[in-house]
């Protein structure tokens, strides 16, 4: 069982940034591809993004295309979500995903981490 442990949630106002963190129990460089999804209150859980096994390649939410950046630090087998420009409705919890398909869905999402809360004053 892998297990995701997220890190970097908290408050921040609208237009800054903040970068959240997810670091697996198990090496995923070369096994699993990793992501990140989100949920506000009363909405279903939505991907935001994921990258490859390897980091070659990364595929975003048309939602946050240009403002947030994935990227994998193979040495340190750690995941970060760049956030920059936040918007109010980018508030809800994150969730760190990983999976062996190339591009992650609700379906093909393996492993969950627990979630890290993200507010965003206006």
């Known amino acids: 069982q892998v297990q995701l442990v997220e890190s970097g949630g908290g408050l921040v106002q609208a237009g800054g940034s903040l970068t959240l963190s997810c670091h697996p129990s198990?090496?995923?460089?070369?096994?699993?591809?990793m992501g990140w999804f989100r949920q506000a209150p009363g909405k279903e859980r939505e991907f935001v993004t994921c990258?490859?096994?390897?980091?070659?390649?990364?595929y975003y939410a048309d939602s946050v295309k240009g403002r947030f950046t994935i990227s994998r630090d193979n040495a340190k087998n750690t995941v970060y979500l760049q956030m920059n420009s936040r918007r109010p409705v980018d508030a809800a919890v994150y969730y760190c995903?990983?999976?062996?398909?190339?591009?992650?869905?609700?379906?093909?999402?393996?492993?969950w981490g627990r979630g890290t809360q993200v507010t965003v004053s206006s």
């Open positions: 198990v090496r995923t460089v070369g096994s699993y591809s």
């Open positions: 990258i490859s096994w390897y980091g070659i390649s990364t």
């Open positions: 995903a990983a999976g062996r398909a190339s591009l992650l869905s609700l379906e093909s999402t393996q492993h």
